[in-house]
């Protein structure tokens, strides 16, 4: 069974930067895709980030130029780097593992960015 752990979300002021990780162990295809979403209050979830097993990234227009998603060597554990945050970034973050014939969300993790 595919678990996801999520760490890193907290409180930071705006301009300021967090590193959020999921790491995925278990039963993991060796083609998928991580990535992250976020939910704020009253909005519907929405991608931020994602990365495929053999690199290729796209991200949300509101987060480019200030997020960084990478993967880890092994491939099982992808990164968040924000930098310059926003008091809009403001959110739950969702790890998300898509693989051929299965999808796993995170528990989620926090993120207030305070003006």
């Known amino acids: 069974q595919v678990q996801l752990v999520e760490s890193g979300g907290g409180l930071v002021q705006a301009g300021g930067s967090l590193r959020l990780s999921c790491a995925a162990s278990?039963?993991?295809?060796?083609?998928?895709?991580m990535g992250w979403y976020r939910q704020a209050p009253g909005k519907q979830r929405e991608l931020v980030a994602r990365?495929?097993?053999?690199?290729?990234?796209n991200y949300a227009n509101s987060v480019k130029g200030r997020f960084t998603i990478s993967r880890d060597n092994a491939k099982t554990t992808v990164y968040l780097q924000m930098n310059s945050l926003k008091p809009e970034d403001t959110a739950v973050y969702y790890c998300?593992?898509?693989?051929?014939?299965?999808?796993?969300w995170g528990q989620g993790t926090q993120v207030t960015v305070s003006s």
């Open positions: 278990g039963s993991i295809s060796s083609l998928n895709v």
């Open positions: 998300n593992l898509a693989q051929l014939t299965s999808e796993l």
């Open positions: 990365i495929t097993s053999t690199g290729i990234t």
